[in-house]
T-cell receptor, first 112, second 116 residues
Framework: GEDVEQSLFLSVREGDSSVINCTYT??????LYWYKQEPGAGLQLLTYIFSNMDMKQDQRLTVLLNKKDKHLSLRIADTQTGDSAIYFC????????????FGAGTQVVVTP | EPEVTQTPSHQVTQMGQEVILRCVPI?????FYWYRQILGQKVEFLVS????????KSEIFDDQFSVERPDGSNFTLKIRSTKLEDSAMYFC??????????????FGDGTRLSIL
């Protein structure tokens, strides 16, 4: 199968941590990405992780990869109102020319 | 930081008309892509392009669609005879060909296509 699944909505208070989850079904996917989409804007690359890693940290962002469970998460520390957006996870299969399979996106709403 | 640019930002077209969506990828990138996002749905892969030819396409990319790199900077998506269901946001993306094929794709802001 080729489905990438994400929960559709997350509400978080400003200053708290957000955790966005993603599951994928194809074990041949070896590269996973997180993109952010603000209203009316394009897809902004946030971070990415390769299958030979289980964690990657980049400032407020932490990506965790559990290959056994095919589970990917993005943690945003100290969430700010500017983090309100739709977050997409995407997978790329090792044998493709770069075709990405996207999840449906998780809408994150940050409340004061 | 270099970015992918797309024009126009919004295109309104009568059903049955041809439309061309334009993209200027990042200048040293060698792999180019089109995706679409129907309102409220997933971002879907349409086509990838490398070395002046299509390298991969989805089942959405039928004979009504074509891509072209007419010069050294532009990358276009043409829809020959538009249908109502072609209404969507169309994203162009590019990535470098340097080193590994796992280099991330960089996306433009999209063209919103509305078919009337």
């Amino acid at each position: 199968g080729e489905d990438v699944e994400q929960s559709l909505f997350l509400s978080v208070r400003e200053g708290d941590s957000s955790v966005i989850n993603c599951t994928y079904t194809d074990s041949s996917s070896t590269y996973l990405y997180w993109y952010k989409q603000e209203p009316g804007a394009g897809l902004q690359l946030l971070t990415y992780i390769f299958s030979n890693m289980d964690m990657k940290q980049d400032q407020r962002l932490t990506v965790l990869l559990n290959k056994k469970d095919k589970h990917l998460s993005l943690r945003i520390a100290d969430t700010q109102t500017g983090d309100s957006a739709i977050y997409f996870c995407a997978e790329k299969k090792d044998d493709s020319w770069g075709k990405f399979q996207f999840g449906a996106g998780t809408q994150v709403v940050v409340t004061p | 930081e270099p970015e992918v640019t797309q024009t126009p930002s919004h295109q309104v077209t009568q059903m049955g008309q041809e439309v061309i969506l334009r993209c200027v990828p990042i200048s040293n990138h060698l792999y180019f892509y089109w995706y679409r996002q129907i309102l409220g749905q997933k971002v879907e892969f349409l086509v990838s392009f490398y070395n002046n030819e299509i390298s991969e396409k989805s089942e959405i990319f039928d004979d009504q669609f074509s891509v072209e790199r007419p010069d050294g900077s532009n990358f276009t998506l043409k829809i020959r005879s538009t249908k109502l269901e072609d209404s969507a946001m169309y994203f162009c993306a590019s990535r470098s060909g340097v080193e590994y094929s796992n280099q991330p794709q960089h996306f433009g802001d999209g063209t919103r296509l509305s078919i009337l």
